[in-house]
């Protein structure tokens, strides 16, 4: 006689997918002041001058003081864009 074989179907809910890992820009160096966000940008001051690509007038900088945009560090500006910005918006 055949044994009837025993259909194991539950769901193995012990493996949990992995969820993709994104990549999460970060500050190029320790944000010391965050200032009140002016529309879309937050400008930053940084404990150190750090080097980064505005990508607003796409310039290396070197500064203090950078502002990104959605407050997302992969989007970042220099502080002079920033200032034109805030001046343009008027
Ligand atoms: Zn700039």
């Not at 769901?11 to 010391?32: F, G, L, R």
């Not at 002016?38 to 502002?67: D, M, P, V, Y």
Request: aromatic residues 6%.
């Amino acid at each position: 006689m055949a044994a009837v074989s025993h259909q194991n179907s539950a769901i193995d809910v012990t493996s949990i997918p992995e969820a993709p890992k994104a990549k999460i820009a970060t500050p190029p160096s320790k944000v010391i002041k965050q200032y009140k966000p002016q529309g879309q940008w937050t400008l930053h001051r940084l404990a150190s001058s750090s080097e980064f690509l505005c990508l607003q007038c796409n310039k290396r900088k070197k500064a203090k003081l950078i502002a990104i945009r959605h407050n997302q560090w992969d989007d970042l500006c220099c502080n002079a864009c920033y200032g034109l910005k805030l001046s343009k918006a008027k």
